[in-house]
């Protein structure tokens, strides 16, 4: 059986503000949903901060294929942070192609953008960064602050 701890939390969030009562089993399930999450966002932070890139995009991959867990969007931000404060940038926007393919729940959003937009910007692409800005907006992913601080501090920052 696939778990679909991501279409649950929203589910649940539903249910609470209808008014119906959110049982034992429920909250169970959510609570286990939210600690399979948290579980592996922390090895995956703590091997891209070791300078373990590979280590860490095994283990996504590990997560991905035997379907440990649904990654949702700070999983994915942890993946394309760690991918892009490495120098990896080309391997960050190759996953973010990755994740527009896929058909599950968690989509890029600004946050995701915005930290490939910033590591193209340190990494002199300006250009590159200027056009994943308007893939972002014709894709309907409104910018924000982080964004265009970004952009302005442009290369180098």
């Known amino acids: 059986m696939k778990n ?5 939390f929203p589910l649940v969030r539903d249910m609470c503000v209808k008014g119906i009562v959110v049982d034992e ?7 286990n949903g939210y600690c ?3 579980t592996f ?7 891209f901060q070791e300078h373990k890139a590979l280590q860490a995009q095994e283990l996504f991959k590990k997560i991905i294929y035997e379907k440990l867990c649904e990654p949702d969007e700070v ?4 993946v394309i942070r ?8 080309g391997t960050a926007i ?11 729940p968690c ?14 910007c340190k990494d002199k692409m300006v250009d590159e960064a200027l056009a994943l800005l308007q893939e972002m907006i014709e894709k309907d992913i409104p910018p924000n602050v982080l964004t265009y601080n970004c952009l302005i501090q442009g290369p180098g920052n």
């Open 36 to 38: 399979l999450s948290v």
């Open 107 to 120: 989509k890029p959003n600004a946050i995701i953008y915005s930290t490939i937009i910033d590591s193209l």
């Open 25 to 31: 089993c429920t909250l169970n399930v959510v609570i």
């Open 75 to 78: 999983t994915s931000w942890i």
């Open 41 to 47: 966002n922390t090895p995956l932070r703590g091997l």
């Open 82 to 89: 760690g991918l892009c404060e490495k120098g990896n940038t």
């Open 94 to 104: 190759d996953f973010l192609r990755a994740m527009e393919q896929q058909k599950r």
């Open 4 to 8: 679909h701890y991501s279409s649950v």
